[in-house]
């Protein structure tokens, strides 16, 4: 098993749509969690850090399932500008190296 | 949120020669920073990771003496590429990481593009 997994998508949304992605992982162990946004090219840019039960800014909501051992990213209101691919990542060892999900796409149509 | 920056932003190199990329942390000390490597419409791989001051830990399958890895202060972290053949080519990232009130949070430098002919 990976220790991160991501539905690859692509998510294909109108506008004005609510979108959720979910992210596993392996290590139960994990105490931190982090939704990373990738435009096309470009480097990731932090979204949102979980660090307990879940975290709001703003159209943006991450909630952790740790029993099951996921982390959901929740997007209301889809703009076209959200249209990139989100990453998953969970801290891994003993340097909290950051192990990163396969990504999930996401297209805003209008 | 912290700032990194990468340099060259993309280079173009022959078979054979060796490149180096520099990341730099602008506004905070980096103790640890972090390499990854990214194929097109690939995840990011973690190649290594940088410790200032020591030897960086390398992932299984990266080979340390084509790819290597200085840090040789707290703000500054550079991979060479050595002997660069095409299938090297590849989206090159590095982050460093910050400790802050959350916890820790890695910011990443803008990349660098190597494409090698």
């Known amino acids: 098993r990976k220790e991160v997994e991501q539905d690859p998508g692509p998510f294909n949304v109108p506008e004005g749509a609510t979108v959720a992605f979910n992210c596993t992982y392996s290590?139960?162990?994990?105490?931190?969690f982090f939704w990373y946004r990738q435009d096309c090219r470009k480097e990731p840019k932090l979204l949102m850090s979980?660090?307990?039960s879940g975290n709001e800014d703003g159209r943006f909501t991450a909630q952790l399932n740790r029993a099951s051992q996921y982390i959901s990213l929740l997007i209301r209101d889809s703009k076209l500008s959200d249209s990139a691919t989100y990453l998953c990542?969970?801290?891994?060892?003993?340097?909290?190296?950051?192990?990163f999900g396969a990504g999930t796409r996401l297209a805003v149509h209008p | 949120g912290a700032v990194v920056s990468q340099h060259p932003s993309r280079v173009i190199c022959k078979s054979g020669t060796s490149v180096k990329i520099e990341c730099r942390s602008l506004?905070?000390?980096?103790?640890?920073m972090f390499w990854y490597r990214q194929f097109p419409k690939q995840s990011l791989m973690l190649m290594a990771t940088?410790?200032?001051?020591?030897?960086?830990?390398?992932e299984q399958g990266v080979e340390k003496d084509k790819f290597l890895i200085n840090h040789a202060s707290l703000t500054l972290s550079t991979l060479t590429v050595t002997s660069a053949h095409p299938e090297d080519s590849s989206f090159y990232i590095c982050?460093?990481?910050?400790?802050?009130?959350?916890?820790?949070?890695?910011?990443f430098g803008p990349g660098t593009r190597l494409l090698v002919l």
């Open positions: 979980v660090y307990s």
């Open positions: 990542a969970v801290p891994s060892g003993g340097y909290n190296k950051l192990i």
């Open positions: 940088s410790n200032e001051g020591s030897k960086a830990t390398y």
């Open positions: 982050s460093a990481r910050q400790r802050d009130r959350g916890g820790e949070t890695q910011y």
């Open positions: 290590n139960s162990a994990s105490q931190s």
């Open positions: 506004d905070f000390q980096a103790t640890t």
